[in-house]
Nanobody, 115 residues
Framework: QVQLVESGGGLVQAGESLRLSCAAS??????MGWYRQAPGNQRELVAT???????NYADSVKGRCTISRDYVKKTLYLQMNNLKAEDTAVYYCYAKRALTNKDNWGQGTQVTVSS
């Protein structure tokens, strides 16, 4: 089993920054990432990072967001800068369980950007 707990969401103004964290516990994981879902929209990729540090970003956040991992603390981060109103969404932490390749999700953290 893999447990994921997100934190760091909140209400900010456009142009400000936020850092999201996701603490992983339980079994070993491989790829981790962040997804988001705005009201009325499907869940979409924000960024992913593999075990060897390869990153992938959605075009909408490239240059504004940085994903990183602390392998000792088993924590995933998403630094978001120059936030825009369209970044408003629930952000979900994602991790693939290494043993079974099963996808695991956190409960989500709300990010609201006021313009």
């Amino acid at each position: 089993q893999v447990q994921l707990v997100e934190s760091g969401g909140g209400l900010v103004q456009a142009g400000e920054s936020l850092r999201l964290s996701c603490a992983a516990s339980g079994d070993a994981v491989s790829t981790m990432g962040w997804y988001r879902q705005a009201p009325g929209n499907q869940r979409e990729l924000v960024a992913t990072i593999t075990n060897d540090g390869k990153t992938n970003y959605a075009d909408s956040v490239k240059g504004r967001c940085t994903i990183s991992r602390d392998y000792v603390k088993k924590t995933l981060y998403l630094q978001m800068n120059n936030l825009k109103a369209e970044d408003t969404a629930v952000y979900y932490c994602y991790a693939k369980r290494a043993l079974t390749n099963k996808d695991n999700w956190g409960q989500g953290t709300q990010v609201t950007v006021s313009s």
